[in-house]
Each structure stands twice: as structure tokens, then as C-alpha cells.
């Protein structure tokens, strides 16, 4: 079991590692976490909702993601409440105070099953507790960290992020808050994100070993445009964005911009276009930061209604009808929402009442009790792509919202999908501005296809009369390549042998090396 001193301290991407190289050995390996909170989820091909770290790690794995690898899923909808989802449907909107007090215990069957379900299929299962085990304040019920531990009889990792500093102090004070037989559980304490001299960090790594009696098991160095999927937006960029400066150049790279929402979910959308030699993408949130962009993406929201409330407050709403009349727009599942006339919510779900939209797309949502959450694929509506015609047709990706969009008078959908889970029915998807400015799709992953993704590209610069791109990604072999360089790494730098015995596994050495070597072959 991977457990951290802290949020964010790299144990998702430790564990997507773990699970990549325990496969490369031959095991059969799984991802599980108990609970995780996160705005950023994914959908299973039977089209139930997991914390996106764990598609992620289930992809390191090799195998399909499904629910038993994160049977529950806590997003907020405010700073004291939250949607729980329990095994990819939604169970209950509770407080904070009502899901760990009087709710929680409820769902610990839940999570045994989902557990024994997984080990029963597999060689080894990798675990990833949440935030810190040391948390007293839930620790009563705290069904993630130790609690799991002891559960699975798993020997745990302890992650520290010496990046942010104060490293030694939170691996001692985590395990001094630990009950003995607790840390007893922990094995053993890895650096990780470490930059610098390693000569000045072993006087520090005797001490600690020494004072807890405990043994550093590696110093995982920080790893540089990896450009994996993020849990939460604590992995965004924290400073405000450098200004983009004027350039008349037709080679220069294309601007967007994506909105920082309060409720921002689903932001690994965009990881593809970051990827791309000839983008630049910024996340922004004030209307001076839109200013020379030539797209702006409006990405999917957990609070859309008070989303559009703080982009009023800040005349975001204001620029971007600006933005909408010379430039292009786009607007993802939450961001389609906003870009229409209104949204409507009588029941509460994510807000109370009704709001007026952006009003760009002659669209009207009303949002509903049941999400959808299901893989689709289909073809665009139209042959061409803010003016440009297209030489692509395919679409793929997955929908999760909670809303049903209507078409007013004049509207043009943007797609028609089949969904995966529906037999023979096809429905249209989105909207397209008169203009073809402006596009809205429910689609999640869709920049994920390369072909749409570079399609979209050349049709953004030829609308803002840039040259072609001359270099473009291939997504899915960085995403492989991305993930032997990071099990490359993470092997290199921990004590592996010692690992795969804590797991009573045998570790080959020259498997690995030879693994290696067919990965700078290829």
C-alpha cells in the first residue's frame, strides 16, 4: 500500500508506477483505492464513474479500469458538501459532517467486496490511501488509510514530496501520530520528487532512518513534462499565467485558453493539446488573460450555474461574448451548458433554481436527478470545423454530466453519437454557432483521438491565417512512452527486490533491464 505524509505528494502516479512494473515482471496486478475525492473522474466501458488516477493506474496495469478499483467516489459541490458516487452511480449528496460521522460505515462492505473481488482476480494488488493516514480529526472513520491496511494485511509505503520542503518533519510527524501497531504497518518511506545533490540529502536520510526505524527505500527524482493525469486541480499550475506577448508571426504557436473554474472537473481534457508542439494553453481566470487568445475552451464544471455566477462577478461573461465575435470558442459538457441560453435545476443537484446562459448557442439545459456516465463514438454533423472543412468524421469519447440539453429554434448539433451502452440508438450531441465560431459537444477525451485533435488544430490556424503545424503528438505512444519512462525511473530509484518480497513475489532483475531496452528500441 502506497500511503503520503500530504495530498499531492506523488502517491497516485507511485502507484500507477508499482502497477506498470509489477505487470512488466508478468503479475496480474490491480490499482485500488478505498475513496477518493476528486473532480476528475473517468468512465469504465460498462459506463460507471472512477477517480480518474485510477483508470490511469489501471492502464499502467494493462487491464480495464473498473468500479471494484475505486468503489467510492466523493465530488464536491462546496466547500462543506459533497455527490458521493458509490461503485460509478450516484448514492447520496451529504455534508462533510454526514458522510463521516453518521454514513461512512455504511459503505465499508462495499469496499471489503469490491477488494476481495480484485485480489481474487489477481497476483497482487496495489493500494493508494488518501490525503495523510494521520488525519486524528477522521481517523474514527477513516475507511481509505490504515483502516484498508489492515483490511488487505498490506505492507505500506510511506511518501514524502521533498519538493515542497519540510520533508523529514512530516514523515516523523505522520508516523508519531500513528498508533504502534499502525506503524508497525509501515515498512519503509520513499523520497520522492527530488531535485538537487544527493550527497546533501544522505546526513538527512541516516537521521530519519535512524529515528524511526524505519528504512528509505529509494529517492525518486522529480520528473519533468511526464504530463500524466492529475488527480486533483492541486496539480494545475498554482501562479497566474504569463501574458501572452504579440506576435504577427504565421509560425507562431497557437494561443488557448482554457477557464479556471472554481469547480473545474475533468481538466486532463486538455493534457493532448498541451502535448502539442504548436499550442500553448493557459489556464486563465480573468478577462486580461483572454485578450490575444485564439481559442477559448470553456472545460467541464461540477457547480456549472455557480460557475457562471463567478464569471459574471468577474466580467468573464462579458469577454467572452467579445471573444466569441472574432475568435473561437469551444465548450466542453459543463462549458456546452454555459454557452447556452439557460440552465435549470429543479431539483437542487448542483445548485438551486435557474440561471441565464452565456446565451452564444441557441441551447437550454435542464439538469436532472440521474447522471450519465457511457463511452460514445460518432461523426461530426457537419463536413467542416469553424469554417474549415474537415478530413475527419470519427469521434470518440465518454459523457458524465448530469442535464439534458434541448435545441431551440436555428439550432445545428455538432454530432451524432451511439453510445456504447445503448443498442441501436443514436442521438445528436452538441451545438455549432451560425457563425461557426463557436462548438459545444458533451464529449469528454475527445481531443484523446489524434485525428480530431490535429484536424481541430489545422482548422484553428487556418481561421486565424497561421501556417500549418509542422510537428504534431501521438498521443497514445506518449501516453505508453510516458508511462515506461515513469516505471523506468521509479525502478531505477527504489529498492525493487525489497518490494516484491514485502509482496512474497520474486523479482527478476534482468527481466526488467531487458524490458528497458526494448522500450529505447521502440
Given amino acids: 500500500m502506497v500511503l503520503g505524509t500530504a495530498s499531492h505528494v506523488g502517491k497516485s502516479l507511485l502507484t500507477a508506477a508499482l502497477c506498470r512494473l509489477f505487470r512488466q515482471q508478468g503479475y496480474r496486478v490491480a490499482p485500488f483505492k478505498a475513496q477518493n475525492m476528486s473532480l476528475n473522474s473517468a468512465a469504465t466501458l460498462d459506463g460507471l464513474e472512477i477517480g480518474r488516477a485510477q483508470a490511469l493506474q489501471a492502464e499502467a496495469a494493462g487491464i480495464p479500469a473498473t468500479v471494484h478499483m475505486n468503489p467510492i467516489l466523493i465530488k464536491p459541490t462546496s466547500d462543506a458538501r459533497s455527490q458521493i458516487i458509490v461503485r460509478g452511480k450516484i448514492w447520496n449528496q451529504l455534508t462533510a459532517g454526514e458522510y463521516h460521522q453518521g454514513r461512512v460505515e455504511e459503505l465499508v462492505p462495499v469496499v471489503r467486496e469490491s477488494y476481495e473481488i480484485l485480489a481474487a482476480r489477481n497476483d497482487i494488488i496495489v493500494l493508494e490511501g488518501a490525503g495523510s493516514p494521520a488525519e486524528i480529526n477522521l481517523k474514527a472513520h477513516d475507511i481509505v488509510n490504515m483502516r484498508m491496511a489492515e483490511m488487505a494485511d498490506a505492507r505500506c509505503l510511506l511518501v514524502g514530496d521533498i519538493d515542497r520542503g519540510g520533508l523529514f518533519a512530516s514523515l516523523l510527524g505522520t508516523l508519531e501520530l500513528l498508533d504502534l501497531e499502525e506503524r508497525e504497518r509501515i515498512c519503509g518511506f520513499v523520497i520522492n520528487k527530488f531535485r ?55 509560425s507562431r504557436k497557437l494561443r488557448i485558453a482554457v477557464l479556471r473554474l472554481p469547480s473545474l472537473s475533468n481538466f486532463t481534457d486538455f493534457d493532448p493539446l498541451l502535448a502539442e508542439p504548436s499550442v500553448s494553453l493557459r489556464f486563465c481566470s ?237
Fill in 196 to 250: 538537487g545533490d544527493a550527497a546533501l540529502l544522505m546526513p538527512g536520510i541516516r537521521a530519519i532512518e535512524e529515528r524511526v526505524g524505519k528504512q528509505c527505500l529509494g529517492v525518486v527524482p522529480f520528473l519533468h513534462e511526464l504530463r500524466m493525469d492529475e488527480e486533483d486541480s492541486l496539480g494545475l499550475p498554482s501562479r497566474r499565467p504569463t501574458a501572452w506577448s504579440i506576435n504577427s508571426s504565421a
Fill in 286 to 522: 480573468t478577462p486580461e488573460e483572454l485578450e490575444l487568445a485564439d481559442v477559448v475552451i470553456l472545460p467541464g464544471s461540477k457547480q456549472t450555474v455557480d460557475d457562471l455566477e463567478w464569471m459574471r462577478v468577474r466580467s468573464l461573461d462579458q469577454a467572452l461574448r467579445e471573444h466569441a465575435k472574432r475568435r473561437l470558442t469551444v465548450g466542453l459538457c459543463g462549458g456546452l451548458q454555459m454557452l447556452g441560453v439557460e440552465i435549470a435545476d429543479p431539483y437542487g443537484m448542483e445548485g438551486n433554481g435557474s440561471a441565464p446562459g452565456l446565451g452564444t448557442l441557441p441551447i437550454r439545459t435542464i439538469m436532472g436527478r440521474n447522471k450519465i456516465t457511457v463511452h460514445a463514438e460518432g461523426t461530426l454533423a457537419g463536413s467542416s470545423l469553424f469554417g474549415e472543412k474537415l478530413q475527419v468524421a470519427r469521434l470518440r469519447g465518454y459523457e458524465i454530466h448530469i442535464g439534458e440539453t434541448t435545441y431551440l429554434p436555428g439550432a445545428r448539433p455538432f454530432a451524432t453519437l451511439k453510445r456504447k451502452s445503448e443498442t441501436n440508438c443514436t442521438l445528436e450531441d452538441g451545438c455549432v454557432s451560425e457563425d461557426e465560431r463557436t462548438f459545444g459537444t458533451y464529449l469528454h477525451g475527445l481531443f484523446d483521438e489524434d485525428t480530431f485533435r490535429h484536424e481541430f488544430l489545422r482548422a484553428a490556424r487556418s481561421f486565424h491565417k497561421l501556417a500549418p503545424g509542422s510537428d504534431f503528438c501521438d498521443w497514445k505512444q506518449h501516453r505508453e512512452q510516458a508511462l515506461d519512462r515513469l516505471a523506468r525511473e521509479v525502478g531505477r530509484a527504489l529498492d525493487l527486490k525489497t518490494l516484491f518480497e514485502w509482496a512474497g513475489l520474486q523479482y527478476d532483475a534482468e527481466r526488467l533491464l531487458q524490458d528497458g531496452c526494448r522500450d529505447k528500441l521502440g
